[in-house]
């Protein structure tokens, strides 16, 4: 008879080693050998370190009182957790071989302090580098020159003080940067001018350093997406009304770095024992300060101006602008007045006083929509209307003040008239009988008027010896003299041979 096989308590057939028919089960150890060769961990792709788990492509070696990292590593590695550990420096040697399918560092917790300058050259694909909780101090020159590829960087909670300008050159794809609770006294803003160092930077943390100031122009100049995600609160901020205006603005738009940390955005008034609330500010002494509006755009007649959509959302799939008068206006170069720009921007040509008002755009994004609106003044005169405005006052002024000038010369100045000057109540005084009067002699020998007496009319000089005759001076009387009496005459007397109305000549 068959021989039976051996079978085991449920009953189903137990495999033996050695050769069998077509039937027989493959031996085992060849079975196992076979799956060693094909496994990730095999001799072909290195062993698991002591101390560490592998599974699949991840190698954790966290918490596993390690001082270095540990060699060699197997080359198919993606994700290294060497965190919480005691790996103080990070030498260029770390990886003596290219790890190309590394994406992923964790080096969080080690009390590192020192990292080579080409401490990645060996990891060019790594996406996600996580340096915090560390004592390093500074980021030296090109530091992360070698991780094309990153995408988030973390280094809080450090003693960050000094930042090269050229630490984070050539992070093309770098997107989120995290910086808080280090030392960091200056704003880093080339990071963010121009957006051209890092150009796909969507979260900058700098939370909880030393900043005392910031650059308010600069960061309301830069895009809301980018607002959004820049973190400021647990800083000494000096207390002042432009910061409070970016942070109150930052509220109205509901962006996130200030919706989640209204609490922790302080600052520092020189009187005030402690940090007050920046979103307090307003009307508040000293420094009163009030809130501005937001999106008002002033311009003149016949300008050209640029209404910005600038929304908080990426990705954006369409958006379209509506103008005060109801119009929507949808593709790129529009029609009329009103043209829409590649980047969203509304430009309007020509300004008409009718073009004031509230704009709104309407963006869709990919998760959510958003609604923005712009005020436009449009003042009713051009560019250079103020001053021609000025000159018109001026020029205006300047024809009232001559005109009063003009009327107190005519008042005061004007040479008098003695008809003009002759008192309405005098009384007429007798006729000298001097024929030589200072009107006909061609030498004077009257006494010179006296000064400070305007408009006194010339009389004839006192009769001297071998004079005679009478003389009538313009049919006015003349004063009596001042020192002894004189007999009085006639005012008309016909016989007088020298009266200047009569038709006789004079006779010598």
Not at 64 to 93: C, G, I, M, Q, Y
Not at 196 to 205: C, W
Request: aromatic share 4%.
């Amino acid at each position: 008879p068959r021989p039976q096989r051996p079978r085991d308590a449920a009953g189903q057939s137990v495999a033996m080693g050695g050769s069998g028919g077509p039937g027989a089960p493959l031996p085992l150890m060849p079975l196992l050998l076979a799956l060693a060769l094909l496994s990730p961990w095999g001799p072909a792709g290195g062993s698991c370190p002591p101390r560490c788990v592998c599974a699949s492509n991840i190698l954790s070696c966290s918490q596993a009182v390690l001082s270095s990292v540990p060699s060699p590593l197997p080359r198919f590695t993606a994700v290294l957790d060497l965190s919480h550990n005691n790996v103080s420096r990070l030498r260029a040697d770390w990886a003596p071989g290219r790890l190309g399918h590394l994406n992923a560092l964790l080096l969080s917790h080690n009390g590192l302090s020192f990292v080579s300058t080409e401490a990645f050259a060996h990891v060019p694909h790594l996406r996600h580098l996580d340096l915090s909780s560390n004592r390093l101090r500074a980021l030296e020159e090109n530091l992360f020159s070698d991780l094309v590829e990153l995408e988030v960087l973390l280094l809080y909670n450090n003693e960050i003080s000094a930042v090269d300008r050229t630490a984070f050159d050539n992070l093309g794809r770098l997107r989120k940067l995290y910086l808080g609770q280090n030392r960091i006294a200056r704003f880093p803003l080339e990071l963010l001018r121009d957006g051209s160092r890092l150009p796909q930077l969507a979260l900058l943390d700098l939370s909880a350093n030393r900043l005392r100031s910031l650059p308010v122009g600069e960061l309301q100049a830069l895009p809301a997406w980018l607002r959004d995600r820049l973190y400021l609160h647990g800083n000494p901020l000096a207390c002042d009304c432009p910061l409070f205006q970016l942070v109150a603005r930052g509220r109205r738009r509901r962006l996130s770095a200030v919706m989640d940390f209204q609490e922790e955005l302080r600052c520092v008034l020189p009187a005030a024992p402690a940090p007050v609330g920046i979103l307090a500010l307003a009307g508040r002494q000293p420094l009163n300060c009030s809130e501005a509006r937001e999106a008002v755009l002033e311009a003149h007649l016949g300008d050209t101006v640029t209404l910005s959509c600038d929304t908080r959302l990426r990705g954006v799939r369409s958006r379209h602008w509506v103008t005060p008068g109801g119009e929507r206006v949808l593709e790129e170069g529009g029609n009329g007045s009103a043209a829409l720009l590649a980047n969203g921007s509304l430009q309007l040509r020509a300004l008409r006083p009718e073009d004031a008002g509230t704009y709104a755009c309407w963006v869709a994004g990919p998760l959510l929509n958003e609604t923005l609106y712009v005020e436009l003044l449009v003042h009713n005169f051009t560019l250079h209307g103020p001053h021609d405005t000025l000159n018109t006052a001026y020029t205006t002024l300047v024809g009232c003040i001559l005109s009063v000038v003009l009327v107190l010369i005519y008042l005061y100045l004007t040479p008098c008239r003695c008809c003009c000057c002759r008192g309405a109540d005098k009384p007429p005084a007798p006729r000298d009988d001097s024929i030589n009067s200072s009107v006909l002699s061609a030498t004077p020998n009257h006494a010179a008027g006296v000064p400070g007496e305007p408009c006194q009319p010339r009389s004839a000089s006192a009769a001297g010896p071998g004079q005679n005759g009478r003389f009538k001076v313009g049919g006015t009387p003349q004063p009596p003299p001042r020192h002894g009496p004189k007999a009085q005459r006639k005012v008309s007397d016909p016989d007088s041979v020298s009266s200047v109305f009569s038709d006789t000549p004079i006779v010598v």
